[in-house]
């Protein structure tokens, strides 16, 4: 008896990059809160470190025998290894599942697995085990690359050298057009295409659950049900449904004790992801640009380039208008009234806290998804506007600050931003269509 009574347990595979990995471990923490046993499958490549796995007390973290070393990322690129990846991975993950089952007795409910980390559905369908897509990123990209996944490398490449074609419309997936496509910055076409039709084969998984909401992306989504023919749990913004723990470093506390100094919806918070992302003359045309504005400012400047890296002039500068930090408690900086906007690269986790606190946005996305997510937030919700890489010169950067921190436009754009901020705050609430959502994944994985 005690055994039928035993917690099922749920197998999560995340993919090894932080803005996957952290979604992941949401989700992981929220069906640990519903009676859940949870056990991670990492790789040596990845984000999830020993520090982290402290946050998740009563997690079981497993990492993968996999034959691709960090090394491999930089020589290969992001889209090559993730197919490299898939293909090494596969074999050793299935000798995991069958030792886990050997010892364990058949308590896998499910193996939940990041859509980019597909070889896990192969594992499924040999041990009969259910399997459900996660999608951490927007449905928006979810179904633009079941669009890539239909189409001819070579046509697309001709096509896309009429202009018209590039403001042409997708079907049915108004204001989505085809340059819209995240393929930029993502490396050679063929593999992009090749990652495409993958990720966009759903093989014998059950369901799809994906972090977004229905007020933000209902024609995607929509589109998803319509296509796919299988359940979509729509269950986000996820850090809304399962907070993450609080970061205990020193310099967090005081960059918040630096914005509680400040007028009400006077700052900008930059953070751009990795700063490799940005060449070291765009830093200073940052810098000047942002201390031209008159605006004060908080910027994360990840690792070793920080305020140091600055010439003297404009690190005095710096100093006397802004804040440098090497790391933020970014949920807790956009939720600080002083807080009037965020210059951001538009990761998908970025978008949805800065929707979720009513913040406007500036963006200043890089490759593929980003660009898509800066689309949306400049066109379909309206809460934020781009800049784009050639333009950002110490002159454009004070002028996009102006427009939203000061100018009557950079203030409509926060009044959209707050009513979305209600809609996802009643989304997440009990009777709301995200906790509905992630209510019936729950039934619904109970009975697997």
């Known amino acids: 008896m005690e055994k039928r009574e035993a917690k099922r347990r749920i197998v999560l595979v995340p993919i090894p990059a932080q803005g996957h990995v952290t979604p992941m471990m949401q989700l992981g923490k929220a069906l640990y809160s519903e009676g859940f046993s949870i056990t991670v499958v990492e790789g040596h490549f990845n984000q999830v470190s020993s520090s982290s796995h ?3 007390p009563g997690f079981h973290f497993v990492t993968l025998k996999e034959s691709l070393p960090e090394s491999e990322f930089e020589r290969l690129g992001g889209i090559e290894f993730m197919i490299m ?4 991975s596969e074999a050793s993950f299935k000798d995991y599942i069958a030792q886990l089952l050997l010892q364990q007795g058949n308590d896998i409910s499910c193996i939940i697995y990041d859509e980019y980390m597909y070889f896990s559905g192969a594992a499924a369908k040999e041990f009969n085990l259910p399997s459900v897509i996660f999608s951490t990123q927007c449905a928006t990209n979810y179904v633009s690359r079941c669009v890539l996944s ?13 202009p018209g074609m590039q403001e042409k419309v997708v079907e049915n997936l108004y204001p989505l057009r085809y340059k819209d496509l995240p393929i930029s910055g993502m ?29 933000l992306e209902s024609s995607s989504l929509s589109w998803m049900e319509q296509k796919l023919g299988i359940p979509i749990y729509d269950i986000g913004p996820l850090h809304m449904t399962a907070p993450p723990p609080s970061s205990v470093l020193e310099e967090n506390t005081r960059c918040i004790e630096w914005l509680n100094k400040q007028k009400p919806r006077s700052v900008i918070y930059i953070s751009v992801g990795t700063v490799a992302q940005m060449e070291t003359k765009e830093v200073l045309e940052m810098a000047w640009g942002l201390c031209n504005s008159n605006q004060p400012f908080l910027w994360v400047i990840p690792g070793n380039n920080g305020i140091e890296s600055l010439p003297d002039e404009v ?8 804040y440098i930090v090497k ?14 906007g965020f210059w951001s690269h538009c990761g998908w986790n970025s978008v949805l806290e ?27 919700w309206r809460i934020g506007f781009q800049v784009e890489g050639s333009k950002v010169d110490r002159r454009e950067v004070e002028r996009a600050v102006k427009k939203l921190i000061i100018d009557e436009e950079g203030i409509r754009k926060q009044e959209r931003a ?3 901020k209600d809609k996802l705050k009643a989304s997440v609430k009990s009777g709301g269509v995200s906790y509905n959502a992630l209510d019936e994944l729950v039934k619904y994985l109970k009975t697997m």
């Open 327 to 340: 790391r933020a408690p970014q949920i807790e900086v956009l939720g600080h009234p002083a807080v009037g």
């Open 315 to 322: 690190n005095k500068m710096v100093s006397e208008r802004g």
């Open 54 to 56: 402290q946050c998740f």
């Open 85 to 88: 990846l898939n293909k090494t």
């Open 418 to 420: 707050l009513v979305l």
């Open 150 to 162: 239909k189409l001819n490398v070579d046509k697309f490449l001709v096509d896309m050298e009429d």
């Open 187 to 215: 490396g050679p076409l063929e593999h992009v295409f090749e990652l495409c039709r993958e990720v966009a084969n759903k093989r014998t998984a059950s369901a799809v659950i994906i972090n977004t909401v229905s007020c």
């Open 354 to 380: 800065s929707i979720a606190e009513g913040v406007p946005m500036i963006c200043r996305p890089f490759h593929g998804e980003q660009k898509l997510n800066a689309m949306c937030i400049e066109r379909v």
